[in-house]
C-alpha cells in the first residue's frame, strides 16, 4: 500500500517549477534509524521526549491519554474486534464494503473509526496500530482521493474521520519521531486541499459546515505538527517542509483581522526561529501579507503568480477575491471620471480573465461599458459599489491556472 | 545547627504564623509565605525542616497550628524542595499551600491578609516557572505555569465579588496576564479584563496605582495586536502617565510599544526621547517618515527585523509604509510647487517611479498607480489618479491630509 504519498501528478504530490514538492511525500531511506529515535529514558532523547508531552497536550481534541510505554499490536488498518461489531450494526461506509454488501467488510477496506472518548485504560494493545501500519493506513486513504468514482465530499467525509482517528492512535502511543512528521505533514496537506476543495464548492450549504470543520481540524493538526517539529529540532536544522509548513500559517490570516488559530499572529512570530523566519517560503508568505495588509493588489497578484506553491495557492485562494474587491474599490474611488478604466488593462492587474471581470465588476454593483473601437471599460466614481455578500462563483486566477481545477 | 536549634526555628515560625493570624498583622504574615525571596529567616527555616525529620508531629502538637496543617504542612514540603532545589516538588506543594490558603482567606471577613495572598499569588507563577524549566530539562512537558494559571483563576474568583477584597483582584490579573502571555495564550485574558472593565460596583482608579499600570500596560498590547490604535494609545499613555517616574526599565518598556502606535497615528517622538531611553532601533524609522525614504523604512526593518518580531510589533511597523509613500509623494509636490506653482498639483507617476528609483527601490508604473490608489483610498491623498494619462491630481486644498492622532482609514 504504496499508494497515496507515491502517486505523483495527484493533487497530493504536485510539485511545480521544480521546487521538489514532491520530495517530502517519501519517507526517506534511513527508515530503521528513524524508528529508534524516540527512543524513551536515554539522555540523547530528552528533546523528542519533551515535545511528546506538548505533542499530546495539543491534541486534545482526540481526548487521548498519553502513555508512555503503550505500543500497539493491531496489524489490520482496523481492529479486528471493530470490524466484526460494524459489519453486524451495519456500520460500513461505501469504501468500506466489500463488493458494496452494507454488512460485509474485509481487512483490506475496513479502516478504525475515529472515537470521541477513548482512553487508555480500556484499550488493548490489539486495538491499537503500530507506527508501520498506521502509515499504510495513511497511504491508503489518502489514495483515496484521487477515486474519481466519489463526490470530493463523500471522500472527504471518509477521509476526514479516519485520519483523525490516526492522529488518536499516534497520539495516544506517544509517537514523536520523523515519521509521526511526515505522517502529520501528509494529513495537514490533506486538509489544506480540501480546505480548497470545498471552498470550491461552498455555494451548497452543508460544503459550508464541511469547510468549516475542515479547517479546525487543518488549525488543530498544524498546531500538533508545529509540536512534533520542535520535538525533532536540534540546532539550526530546519526539517524539508518546515518552513512551506509554517508559511501556510501565516497565509491563514490573510482575512481582515481574522484569527484562525486563536493568537495574535504577532504574538506567533515571536516564537518562530530564525532559520524559518528567514526561509524563502516564510518570506513569500510574509511579502504577501504585507501587500494584503498595506493593500497593494499590485504586488499581492504578481508576488502569489509568480511565487506561491500548490499547497500555499489553496490557502490563498479564498482571499484572492478579496483582494480583486479591494482594488476595485480603490480604482472605482479615486479614478478620473473621464478616463474610465480599461478592463483589459485591469484584468491584468488582478489575474483574471476579462470577460470574468465583467462579471466581477457587477457583482460589485459595478456596471461596464464599451467604446466606439468595442473595448470594455470599467467607468469610475460609481456610487453603486457594495461588498457583495454571499460570495462569488468561482473565477480563475490567471497566474496559476495549472493548480486550478 | 543542632536538633534543639531546629525544632526552635521551627516552633518560632509556626508561632509567628499563628500569632499573625490571630492578631491579623498582615505584614508578619505575608514575610511567612515568601519563598523566592530567599529571605535569611525562610532559608534557616528550609535548612531546619532538613534536619528535622518530622515537622509535622509540631504542627500537630498545638491547635493553634494544627487548624492551619493544609495550609502548613505543604508549605514545608515546598520550602524543603526548594532549599534543596527540587523545584517540581517544591511548585507541586506550594499549589496545595495556595489552595488551602484561599479556602481560610474566603472565611475572613477583612481583607486583612490582602499582601500575604499577593506574596502567594506571584510565587506561585515564579515556582512554576521554575518548575517548568526543571520538568523540561528532564525531558517533560512543561505544565506547571498552565497549571498555576488555574490555581490563580480561583483566586481572581475569590476576589472579584464586591466587598474589600475587590481591591486585590487586580494584581491577580496582572499576574495571570503574565502567565498567559508567557505561554501565547492571551485569549484567556479576555474573561479576566470583561470582569474588570464591566464592574460597575468597583471603580478602576480605586485599584493600586502600580496593579494599574502594569494591567493598562498589559491591555495595551493587547490592543496593539489587534490594531486598535486608538485604545492601544489610550492604554499605553495612560500606563506611561501614571508609572514611577524613576523605574526608567518600565518605561521603556512601555515605549517600545506605544512608540510603534503614535507612529501609526502620526505623531512621530522627538529624538532625544528614543536616546535617553535607548530605544535608538527606533530612530531610523522615524527619519525614514520624516524624509518619505522608503529603503530608509525598510532597511531599518530589516536590520532590527528579530527584535520587533519577539516585542510583537513588526507588522505594526510594516504597515508604516503607506505613511512613507505619503511623504514621499508630499515631498514631490513641495519641489514641483516651487518650479511651477500653477502645476505643482499634477504629479505624474513616472516621477514617482524615478523617485523611487533613486532609493533603489524597483517598481512600475502600475505598482505605483496601485499605491496612489490606496493612498487616495485611505484619505492619506486627496485628488484622483488617471490611468490613461498616467498622473495623479492632486486636490488644492490639503492634498495630504494630516492623521492628527487618528488611524489610517482601513
Same mark, same amino acid.
Given at each position: 500500500?504504496?499508494?497515496?504519498?507515491?502517486?505523483?501528478?495527484?493533487?497530493?504530490?504536485?510539485?511545480?517549477?521544480?521546487?521538489?514538492?514532491?520530495?517530502?511525500?517519501?519517507?526517506?531511506?534511513?527508515?530503521?534509524?528513524?524508528?529508534?529515535?524516540?527512543?524513551?529514558?536515554? @539522555?540523547?532523547?530528552?528533546?523528542?521526549?519533551?515535545?511528546?508531552?506538548?505533542?499530546?497536550?495539543?491534541?486534545?481534541?482526540?481526548?487521548?491519554?498519553?502513555?508512555?510505554?503503550?505500543?500497539?499490536?493491531?496489524?489490520?488498518?482496523? @481492529?479486528?474486534?471493530?470490524?466484526?461489531?460494524?459489519?453486524?450494526?451495519?456500520?460500513?461506509?461505501?469504501?468500506?464494503?466489500?463488493? $458494496?454488501?452494507?454488512?460485509?467488510?474485509?481487512?483490506?477496506?475496513?479502516?478504525?473509526?475515529?472515537?470521541?472518548?477513548?482512553?487508555?485504560?480500556?484499550?488493548?494493545?490489539?486495538?491499537?496500530?503500530?507506527?508501520?501500519?498506521?502509515?499504510?493506513?495513511?497511504?491508503?486513504?489518502?489514495?483515496?482521493?484521487?477515486?474519481?468514482?466519489?463526490?470530493?465530499?463523500?471522500?472527504?467525509?471518509?477521509?476526514?474521520?479516519?485520519?483523525?482517528?490516526?492522529?488518536?492512535?499516534?497520539?495516544?502511543?506517544?509517537?514523536?519521531?520523523?515519521?509521526?512528521?511526515?505522517?502529520?505533514?501528509?494529513?495537514?496537506?490533506?486538509?489544506?486541499?480540501?480546505?480548497?476543495?470545498?471552498?470550491?464548492?461552498?455555494?451548497? @450549504?452543508?460544503?459550508?459546515?464541511?469547510?468549516?470543520?475542515?479547517?479546525?481540524?487543518?488549525?488543530?493538526?498544524?498546531?500538533?505538527?508545529?509540536?512534533?517539529?520542535?520535538?525533532?529540532?536540534?540546532?539550526?536544522?530546519?526539517?524539508?517542509?518546515?518552513?512551506?509548513?509554517?508559511?501556510?500559517?501565516?497565509?491563514?490570516?490573510?482575512?481582515?483581522?481574522?484569527? @484562525?488559530?486563536?493568537?495574535?499572529?504577532?504574538?506567533?512570530?515571536?516564537?518562530?526561529?530564525?532559520?524559518?523566519?528567514?526561509?524563502?517560503?516564510?518570506?513569500?508568505?510574509?511579502?504577501?501579507?504585507?501587500?494584503?495588509?498595506?493593500?497593494?493588489?499590485?504586488?499581492?497578484?504578481?508576488?502569489?503568480?509568480?511565487?506561491?506553491?500548490?499547497?500555499?495557492?489553496?490557502?490563498?485562494?479564498?482571499?484572492?477575491?478579496?483582494?480583486?474587491?479591494?482594488?476595485?474599490?480603490?480604482?472605482?474611488? $479615486?479614478?478620473?471620471?473621464?478616463?474610465?478604466?480599461?478592463?483589459?488593462?485591469?484584468?491584468?492587474?488582478?489575474?483574471?480573465?476579462?470577460?470574468?471581470?465583467?462579471?466581477?465588476?457587477?457583482?460589485?454593483?459595478?456596471?461596464?461599458?464599451?467604446?466606439?473601437?468595442?473595448?470594455?471599460?470599467?467607468?469610475?466614481?460609481?456610487?453603486?459599489?457594495?461588498?457583495?455578500?454571499?460570495?462569488?462563483?468561482?473565477?480563475?486566477?490567471?497566474?496559476?491556472?495549472?493548480?486550478?481545477? | 545547627?543542632?536538633?534543639?536549634?531546629?525544632?526552635?526555628?521551627?516552633?518560632?515560625?509556626?508561632?509567628?504564623?499563628?500569632?499573625?493570624?490571630?492578631?491579623?498583622?498582615?505584614?508578619?504574615?505575608?514575610?511567612?509565605?515568601?519563598?523566592?525571596?530567599?529571605?535569611?529567616?525562610?532559608?534557616?527555616?528550609?535548612?531546619?525542616?532538613?534536619?528535622?525529620?518530622?515537622?509535622?508531629?509540631?504542627?500537630?502538637?498545638?491547635?493553634?497550628?494544627?487548624?492551619?496543617?493544609?495550609?502548613?504542612?505543604?508549605?514545608?514540603?515546598?520550602?524543603?524542595?526548594?532549599?534543596?532545589?527540587?523545584?517540581?516538588?517544591?511548585?507541586?506543594?506550594?499549589?496545595?499551600?495556595?489552595?488551602?490558603?484561599?479556602?481560610?482567606?474566603?472565611?475572613?471577613?477583612?481583607?486583612?491578609?490582602?499582601?500575604?495572598?499577593?506574596?502567594?499569588?506571584?510565587?506561585?507563577?515564579?515556582?512554576?516557572?521554575?518548575?517548568?524549566?526543571?520538568?523540561?530539562?528532564?525531558?517533560?512537558?512543561?505544565?506547571?505555569?498552565?497549571?498555576?494559571?488555574?490555581?490563580?483563576?480561583?483566586?481572581?474568583?475569590?476576589?472579584?465579588?464586591?466587598?474589600?477584597?475587590?481591591?486585590?483582584?487586580?494584581?491577580?490579573?496582572?499576574?495571570?496576564?503574565?502567565?498567559?502571555?508567557?505561554?501565547?495564550?492571551?485569549?484567556?485574558?479576555?474573561?479576566?479584563?470583561?470582569?474588570?472593565?464591566?464592574?460597575?460596583?468597583?471603580?478602576?482608579?480605586?485599584?493600586?496605582?502600580?496593579?494599574?499600570?502594569?494591567?493598562?500596560?498589559?491591555?495595551?498590547?493587547?490592543?496593539?495586536?489587534?490594531?486598535?490604535?486608538?485604545?492601544?494609545?489610550?492604554?499605553?499613555?495612560?500606563?506611561?502617565?501614571?508609572?514611577?517616574?524613576?523605574?526608567?526599565?518600565?518605561?521603556?518598556?512601555?515605549?517600545?510599544?506605544?512608540?510603534?502606535?503614535?507612529?501609526?497615528?502620526?505623531?512621530?517622538?522627538?529624538?532625544?526621547?528614543?536616546?535617553?531611553?535607548?530605544?535608538?532601533?527606533?530612530?531610523?524609522?522615524?527619519?525614514?517618515?520624516?524624509?518619505?525614504?522608503?529603503?530608509?523604512?525598510?532597511?531599518?526593518?530589516?536590520?532590527?527585523?528579530?527584535?520587533?518580531?519577539?516585542?510583537?510589533?513588526?507588522?505594526?511597523?510594516?504597515?508604516?509604509?503607506?505613511?512613507?509613500?505619503?511623504?514621499?509623494?508630499?515631498?514631490?509636490?513641495?519641489?514641483?510647487?516651487?518650479?511651477?506653482?500653477?502645476?505643482?498639483?499634477?504629479?505624474?507617476?513616472?516621477?514617482?517611479?524615478?523617485?523611487?528609483?533613486?532609493?533603489?527601490?524597483?517598481?512600475?508604473?502600475?505598482?505605483?498607480?496601485?499605491?496612489?490608489?490606496?493612498?487616495?483610498?485611505?484619505?492619506?491623498?486627496?485628488?484622483?489618479?488617471?490611468?490613461?494619462?498616467?498622473?495623479?491630481?492632486?486636490?488644492?486644498?490639503?492634498?495630504?491630509?494630516?492623521?492628527?492622532?487618528?488611524?489610517?482609514?482601513?
Amino acid at each position: 500500500m504504496e499508494g497515496g504519498y507515491g502517486n505523483r501528478g495527484s493533487s497530493f504530490s504536485q510539485s511545480r517549477r521544480g521546487r521538489g514538492r514532491g520530495r517530502g511525500q517519501r519517507f526517506p531511506s534511513n527508515q530503521s534509524k528513524v524508528s529508534s529515535f524516540a527512543e524513551r529514558g536515554t @539522555p540523547s532523547s530528552s528533546s523528542a521526549n519533551r515535545a511528546s508531552a506538548s505533542v499530546i497536550s495539543n491534541t486534545q481534541e482526540d481526548d487521548a491519554q498519553p502513555s508512555s510505554n503503550f505500543v500497539g499490536t493491531c496489524p489490520y488498518m482496523c @481492529p479486528e474486534r471493530e470490524r466484526i461489531q460494524r459489519e453486524k450494526l451495519r456500520d460500513l461506509a461505501i469504501f468500506e464494503r466489500l463488493h $458494496g454488501n452494507p454488512g460485509k467488510s474485509s481487512p483490506a477496506l475496513a479502516v478504525k473509526k475515529f472515537c470521541r472518548t477513548i482512553s487508555t485504560k480500556y484499550v488493548q494493545a490489539s486495538d491499537m496500530r503500530p507506527i508501520t501500519v498506521l502509515e499504510d493506513t495513511l497511504n491508503y486513504l489518502l489514495s483515496l482521493l484521487e477515486s474519481k468514482e466519489h463526490l470530493f465530499e463523500v471522500v472527504h467525509d471518509f477521509v476526514f474521520d479516519r485520519t483523525r482517528s490516526i492522529r488518536q492512535d499516534i497520539t495516544m502511543q506517544n509517537i514523536v519521531n520523523k515519521k509521526a512528521i511526515y505522517m502529520y505533514e501528509g494529513m495537514v496537506k490533506f486538509h489544506v486541499v480540501s480546505h480548497y476543495k470545498l471552498w470550491c464548492s461552498m455555494s451548497d @450549504p452543508n460544503t459550508a459546515s464541511l469547510h468549516h470543520l475542515n479547517m479546525e481540524q487543518l488549525t488543530k493538526t498544524l498546531a500538533s505538527l508545529f509540536n512534533l517539529y520542535e520535538a525533532n529540532q536540534n540546532s539550526n536544522h530546519v526539517h524539508e517542509n518546515e518552513a512551506e509548513f509554517h508559511s501556510l500559517y501565516v497565509l491563514l490570516h490573510l482575512g481582515s483581522y481574522s484569527q @484562525p488559530m486563536g493568537e495574535p499572529l504577532s504574538l506567533w512570530f515571536q516564537r518562530v526561529s530564525t532559520p524559518v523566519l528567514k526561509s524563502k517560503e516564510m518570506c513569500f508568505a510574509r511579502r504577501i501579507l504585507r501587500s494584503f495588509r498595506l493593500g497593494n493588489y499590485k504586488d499581492f497578484f504578481c508576488t502569489a503568480a509568480a511565487q506561491a506553491s500548490y499547497l500555499q495557492f489553496c490557502i490563498m485562494m479564498p482571499y484572492i477575491n478579496e483582494v480583486r474587491v479591494l482594488a476595485l474599490s480603490c480604482i472605482n474611488f $479615486g479614478g478620473y471620471k473621464l478616463h474610465p478604466y480599461p478592463l483589459l488593462d485591469l484584468s491584468k492587474l488582478l489575474f483574471i480573465k476579462e470577460s470574468d471581470l465583467e462579471s466581477f465588476c457587477n457583482h460589485c454593483g459595478l456596471e461596464t461599458g464599451t467604446d466606439e473601437s468595442g473595448n470594455k471599460l470599467l467607468p469610475t466614481k460609481q456610487t453603486t459599489f457594495s461588498h457583495p455578500k454571499g460570495g462569488f462563483q468561482r473565477y480563475s486566477f490567471l497566474g496559476l491556472q495549472e493548480y486550478e481545477r | 545547627m543542632s536538633m534543639g536549634e531546629a525544632h526552635r526555628r521551627i516552633t518560632e515560625y509556626l508561632n509567628r504564623f499563628s500569632d499573625a493570624i490571630s492578631s491579623q498583622d498582615g505584614a508578619t504574615f505575608k514575610s511567612l509565605f515568601a519563598l523566592s525571596s530567599n529571605s535569611p529567616f525562610l532559608l534557616s527555616l528550609g535548612d531546619a525542616l532538613n534536619l528535622f525529620q518530622d515537622p509535622n508531629r509540631l504542627i500537630k502538637q498545638s491547635d493553634n497550628y494544627s487548624q492551619f496543617a493544609d495550609i502548613l504542612v505543604p508549605l514545608f514540603r515546598s520550602l524543603l524542595n526548594y532549599r534543596q532545589n527540587n523545584l517540581l516538588e517544591a511548585y507541586n506543594a506550594f499549589e496545595k499551600t495556595a489552595n488551602a490558603f484561599i479556602q481560610e482567606f474566603r472565611n475572613w471577613e477583612s481583607a486583612w491578609a490582602l499582601e500575604a495572598l499577593y506574596v502567594i499569588v506571584y510565587d506561585i507563577r515564579v515556582l512554576a516557572e521554575k518548575a517548568d524549566k526543571e520538568l523540561a530539562s528532564n525531558g517533560k512537558s512543561p505544565e506547571k505555569l498552565k497549571g498555576a494559571g488555574s490555581v490563580l483563576m480561583k483566586f481572581f474568583g475569590t476576589l472579584a465579588g464586591k466587598g474589600s477584597k475587590r481591591v486585590g483582584a487586580l494584581y491577580v490579573t496582572c499576574q495571570l496576564f503574565k502567565i498567559y502571555f508567557k505561554l501565547g495564550t492571551v485569549h484567556l485574558c479576555r474573561s479576566v479584563i470583561r470582569s474588570i472593565e464591566t464592574a460597575r460596583i468597583f471603580d478602576f482608579e480605586e485599584f493600586p496605582k502600580r496593579d494599574k499600570v502594569t494591567y493598562m500596560y498589559y491591555t495595551g498590547r493587547l490592543e496593539v495586536f489587534n490594531e486598535n490604535f486608538p485604545a492601544a494609545d489610550y492604554k499605553l499613555s495612560y500606563a506611561l502617565k501614571h508609572c514611577n517616574p524613576q523605574s526608567e526599565a518600565n518605561i521603556r518598556m512601555i515605549l517600545k510599544h506605544l512608540i510603534p502606535v503614535k507612529l501609526s497615528i502620526g505623531i512621530l517622538p522627538k529624538n532625544s526621547l528614543l536616546e535617553k531611553y535607548n530605544l535608538l532601533e527606533y530612530s531610523k524609522i522615524v527619519q525614514a517618515l520624516r524624509r518619505g525614504d522608503l529603503r530608509l523604512l525598510r532597511c531599518a526593518l530589516q536590520d532590527h527585523e528579530d527584535r520587533f518580531l519577539r516585542s510583537g510589533v513588526y507588522l505594526v511597523l510594516e504597515k508604516l509604509e503607506l505613511q512613507v509613500y505619503q511623504r514621499l509623494v508630499k515631498k514631490i509636490y513641495i519641489i514641483q510647487k516651487q518650479k511651477d506653482p500653477g502645476r505643482a498639483h499634477q504629479v505624474k507617476l513616472e516621477v514617482i517611479v524615478k523617485a523611487l528609483k533613486w532609493l533603489e527601490i524597483d517598481m512600475d508604473v502600475d505598482e505605483v498607480e496601485c499605491i496612489v490608489a490606496i493612498l487616495i483610498y485611505k484619505n492619506l491623498m486627496k485628488g484622483y489618479f488617471a490611468h490613461k494619462s498616467k498622473v495623479v491630481v492632486l486636490s488644492k486644498q490639503d492634498p495630504f491630509p494630516k492623521l492628527n492622532g487618528k488611524p489610517v482609514n482601513s
